[in-house]
Protein backbone atom coordinates (compact mmCIF):
# COMPACT_ATOMS: atom_id res chain seq x y z
CA UNK A 1 0.00 0.00 0.00
CA UNK A 2 1.57 3.37 -0.96
CA UNK A 3 2.09 5.93 1.94
CA UNK A 4 0.09 8.40 0.33
CA UNK A 5 -3.54 7.48 -1.88
CA UNK A 6 -5.07 9.54 -3.95
CA UNK A 7 -7.79 8.75 -6.63
CA UNK A 8 -6.20 9.23 -10.15
CA UNK A 9 -9.06 10.60 -11.74
CA UNK A 10 -8.78 12.10 -14.40
CA UNK A 11 -11.62 14.23 -13.76
CA UNK A 12 -13.42 15.60 -16.32
CA UNK A 13 -15.77 18.93 -15.56
CA UNK A 14 -17.33 21.84 -17.09
CA UNK A 15 -15.86 25.28 -16.78
CA UNK A 16 -17.26 27.21 -13.82
CA UNK A 17 -18.08 23.64 -11.55
CA UNK A 18 -17.24 22.79 -8.39
CA UNK A 19 -14.90 19.80 -8.16
CA UNK A 20 -13.15 18.31 -5.04
CA UNK A 21 -10.27 15.97 -4.60
CA UNK A 22 -9.66 13.59 -1.53
CA UNK A 23 -6.31 11.93 -0.15
CA UNK A 24 -5.14 10.00 2.28
CA UNK A 25 -2.28 9.24 4.24
CA UNK A 26 -0.96 6.07 6.31
CA UNK A 27 1.76 7.32 8.54
CA UNK A 28 0.35 8.83 11.57
CA UNK A 29 4.05 10.82 12.28
CA UNK A 30 3.34 13.11 8.99
CA UNK A 31 3.85 17.10 10.02
CA UNK A 32 3.16 18.84 7.14
CA UNK A 33 1.06 18.99 4.33
CA UNK A 34 0.62 20.82 0.93
CA UNK A 35 -1.15 20.18 -2.46
CA UNK A 36 1.34 20.59 -5.12
CA UNK A 37 0.27 21.11 -9.04
CA UNK A 38 1.91 19.86 -12.32
CA UNK A 39 1.48 20.47 -15.58
CA UNK A 40 1.93 18.31 -18.92
CA UNK A 41 6.02 17.66 -18.87
CA UNK A 42 6.91 20.44 -16.11
CA UNK A 43 8.15 20.21 -12.87
CA UNK A 44 5.53 20.23 -9.03
CA UNK A 45 4.87 23.49 -7.95
CA UNK A 46 3.55 24.58 -4.68
CA UNK A 47 -0.62 25.43 -4.90
CA UNK A 48 -0.88 25.84 -0.86
CA UNK A 49 0.28 24.15 2.55
CA UNK A 50 -2.42 22.80 4.30
CA UNK A 51 -3.87 23.57 7.91
CA UNK A 52 -4.85 21.84 10.57
CA UNK A 53 -7.73 24.56 11.00
CA UNK A 54 -8.14 24.75 7.33
CA UNK A 55 -7.44 27.08 4.50
CA UNK A 56 -8.55 28.89 1.83
CA UNK A 57 -6.53 30.56 -0.89
CA UNK A 58 -9.19 32.57 -3.58
CA UNK A 59 -11.41 29.49 -5.46
CA UNK A 60 -9.28 26.70 -3.74
CA UNK A 61 -10.02 25.36 -0.37
CA UNK A 62 -7.80 23.00 1.60
CA UNK A 63 -8.97 20.90 4.73
CA UNK A 64 -7.05 18.38 6.67
CA UNK A 65 -8.28 16.09 9.13
CA UNK A 66 -5.45 14.29 11.25
CA UNK A 67 -7.33 11.63 13.12
CA UNK A 68 -8.63 10.03 9.69
CA UNK A 69 -5.55 11.07 8.14
CA UNK A 70 -7.42 12.49 5.12
CA UNK A 71 -6.65 15.37 3.10
CA UNK A 72 -9.00 17.13 0.27
CA UNK A 73 -8.51 20.29 -2.14
CA UNK A 74 -11.93 22.02 -3.33
CA UNK A 75 -11.90 23.95 -6.60
CA UNK A 76 -14.81 26.22 -6.92
CA UNK A 77 -15.74 28.22 -10.19
CA UNK A 78 -13.39 26.18 -12.00
CA UNK A 79 -10.82 27.56 -14.57
CA UNK A 80 -9.66 26.71 -18.14
CA UNK A 81 -6.16 26.95 -16.44
CA UNK A 82 -6.90 24.59 -13.41
CA UNK A 83 -6.45 21.61 -15.72
CA UNK A 84 -3.58 19.95 -14.21
CA UNK A 85 -2.57 17.00 -12.38
CA UNK A 86 -2.62 17.88 -8.57
CA UNK A 87 -0.27 15.90 -6.17
CA UNK A 88 -1.09 15.59 -2.56
CA UNK A 89 2.13 15.68 -0.35
CA UNK A 90 2.78 14.74 2.81
CA UNK A 91 6.31 15.18 4.78
CA UNK A 92 7.83 14.17 8.30
CA UNK A 93 11.16 15.40 9.81
CA UNK A 94 12.89 14.13 12.92
CA UNK A 95 16.22 13.06 12.07
CA UNK A 96 15.79 13.54 8.47
CA UNK A 97 12.85 15.01 6.21
CA UNK A 98 11.02 12.85 3.69
CA UNK A 99 8.67 14.62 1.20
CA UNK A 100 6.30 11.93 0.09
CA UNK A 101 4.40 12.73 -2.76
CA UNK A 102 0.94 10.69 -4.03
CA UNK A 103 0.66 9.79 -7.69
CA UNK A 104 -1.52 12.65 -8.44
CA UNK A 105 -5.23 13.06 -9.42
CA UNK A 106 -5.71 14.55 -13.47
CA UNK A 107 -8.16 17.15 -13.86
CA UNK A 108 -9.50 18.64 -16.90
CA UNK A 109 -11.42 21.43 -17.72
CA UNK A 110 -14.01 21.56 -20.42
CA UNK A 111 -15.26 24.55 -21.98
CA UNK B 1 19.16 32.02 -12.22
CA UNK B 2 17.51 31.58 -8.53
CA UNK B 3 16.25 28.94 -9.50
CA UNK B 4 16.76 25.20 -9.04
CA UNK B 5 18.94 23.92 -12.25
CA UNK B 6 19.16 20.65 -13.76
CA UNK B 7 21.40 19.36 -16.68
CA UNK B 8 21.23 17.75 -18.80
CA UNK B 9 17.90 18.27 -19.81
CA UNK B 10 17.20 15.01 -21.74
CA UNK B 11 20.01 12.11 -21.55
CA UNK B 12 20.07 9.39 -23.83
CA UNK B 13 21.91 6.36 -22.51
CA UNK B 14 22.74 2.54 -23.93
CA UNK B 15 21.89 0.01 -21.46
CA UNK B 16 24.88 -1.01 -19.64
CA UNK B 17 26.00 2.97 -19.62
CA UNK B 18 27.15 4.70 -16.65
CA UNK B 19 25.20 8.09 -16.21
CA UNK B 20 25.45 11.19 -13.59
CA UNK B 21 22.90 13.93 -13.65
CA UNK B 22 23.23 17.45 -12.01
CA UNK B 23 21.32 19.32 -9.55
CA UNK B 24 21.91 23.27 -8.49
CA UNK B 25 19.91 24.26 -5.76
CA UNK B 26 18.70 27.45 -5.10
CA UNK B 27 21.35 28.93 -2.83
CA UNK B 28 21.26 29.23 0.68
CA UNK B 29 19.30 25.75 0.66
CA UNK B 30 20.07 23.12 3.41
CA UNK B 31 17.78 20.48 1.80
CA UNK B 32 18.21 18.92 -0.95
CA UNK B 33 15.61 16.05 -2.77
CA UNK B 34 15.86 13.41 -5.64
CA UNK B 35 12.83 11.88 -6.99
CA UNK B 36 11.86 9.84 -9.53
CA UNK B 37 9.15 10.51 -11.87
CA UNK B 38 7.55 7.84 -14.31
CA UNK B 39 5.09 8.94 -16.58
CA UNK B 40 1.73 9.24 -15.82
CA UNK B 41 3.10 8.65 -11.45
CA UNK B 42 4.17 10.77 -8.87
CA UNK B 43 7.36 11.53 -7.90
CA UNK B 44 9.07 8.68 -5.84
CA UNK B 45 11.16 9.77 -3.43
CA UNK B 46 14.75 8.52 -3.79
CA UNK B 47 17.46 10.24 -1.19
CA UNK B 48 17.97 13.39 1.28
CA UNK B 49 20.56 15.74 2.30
CA UNK B 50 20.88 18.42 4.43
CA UNK B 51 23.82 20.20 3.65
CA UNK B 52 26.28 17.62 2.46
CA UNK B 53 25.06 15.07 4.81
CA UNK B 54 22.68 12.15 3.11
CA UNK B 55 20.59 11.60 5.85
CA UNK B 56 17.53 9.57 4.32
CA UNK B 57 18.77 7.12 0.75
CA UNK B 58 15.98 4.40 1.37
CA UNK B 59 14.27 5.34 -1.74
CA UNK B 60 17.55 4.40 -3.82
CA UNK B 61 16.57 1.27 -5.87
CA UNK B 62 19.38 -0.33 -6.27
CA UNK B 63 22.78 -0.22 -5.39
CA UNK B 64 23.30 0.85 -9.42
CA UNK B 65 22.07 4.52 -7.80
CA UNK B 66 24.15 6.85 -5.72
CA UNK B 67 24.13 10.49 -4.59
CA UNK B 68 26.25 12.59 -3.64
CA UNK B 69 26.63 16.59 -2.44
CA UNK B 70 30.22 17.27 -1.50
CA UNK B 71 30.03 20.60 -0.36
CA UNK B 72 26.52 21.02 0.58
CA UNK B 73 25.44 23.20 -2.71
CA UNK B 74 25.73 21.14 -5.81
CA UNK B 75 24.61 17.75 -6.00
CA UNK B 76 24.84 14.33 -8.46
CA UNK B 77 23.09 11.71 -8.60
CA UNK B 78 24.97 8.90 -10.60
CA UNK B 79 23.08 5.74 -11.99
CA UNK B 80 25.63 2.80 -13.06
CA UNK B 81 25.09 -0.24 -15.51
CA UNK B 82 21.62 1.65 -16.83
CA UNK B 83 18.71 -0.85 -17.05
CA UNK B 84 15.64 0.15 -19.29
CA UNK B 85 13.65 0.46 -16.27
CA UNK B 86 15.56 3.29 -15.44
CA UNK B 87 13.63 5.29 -17.81
CA UNK B 88 12.34 8.49 -16.35
CA UNK B 89 12.55 12.11 -15.26
CA UNK B 90 14.70 12.76 -12.44
CA UNK B 91 13.49 15.49 -10.28
CA UNK B 92 15.64 17.69 -8.05
CA UNK B 93 14.26 19.78 -5.21
CA UNK B 94 15.51 22.32 -2.73
CA UNK B 95 14.23 23.90 0.18
CA UNK B 96 15.32 26.08 3.29
CA UNK B 97 14.50 23.76 5.80
CA UNK B 98 13.80 20.37 5.14
CA UNK B 99 10.12 19.11 4.62
CA UNK B 100 8.54 22.34 6.67
CA UNK B 101 8.70 24.17 4.03
CA UNK B 102 7.73 24.67 -0.05
CA UNK B 103 10.01 22.19 -1.97
CA UNK B 104 11.25 23.99 -5.03
CA UNK B 105 11.72 21.86 -8.12
CA UNK B 106 14.14 22.15 -10.77
CA UNK B 107 12.48 21.64 -14.72
CA UNK B 108 14.32 18.00 -14.54
CA UNK B 109 16.08 15.46 -16.83
CA UNK B 110 14.56 13.37 -18.99
CA UNK B 111 16.55 9.97 -18.83
CA UNK B 112 15.61 7.22 -21.84
CA UNK B 113 17.90 4.00 -21.93
CA UNK B 114 17.62 2.44 -24.93
Known amino acids: RKEVEQDPGPFNVPEGATVAFNCTYS??????FFWYRQDCRKEPKLLMS???SGNEDGRFTAQLNRASQYISLLIRDSKLSDSATYLCVVSRYSSASKIIFGSGTRLSIRP | GAGVSQSPRYKVAKRGQDVALRCDPI?????LFWYQQALGQGPEFLTY????????KSGLPSDRFFAERPEGSVSTLKIQRTQQEDSAVYLC????????????FGQGTRLTVV
Open chain 1, 27 to 32: NSASQS
Open chain 2, 93 to 104: ASSSRGGQTEAF
Open chain 2, 27 to 31: SGHVS
Open chain 2, 49 to 56: FQNEAQLD
Open chain 1, 50 to 52: VYS
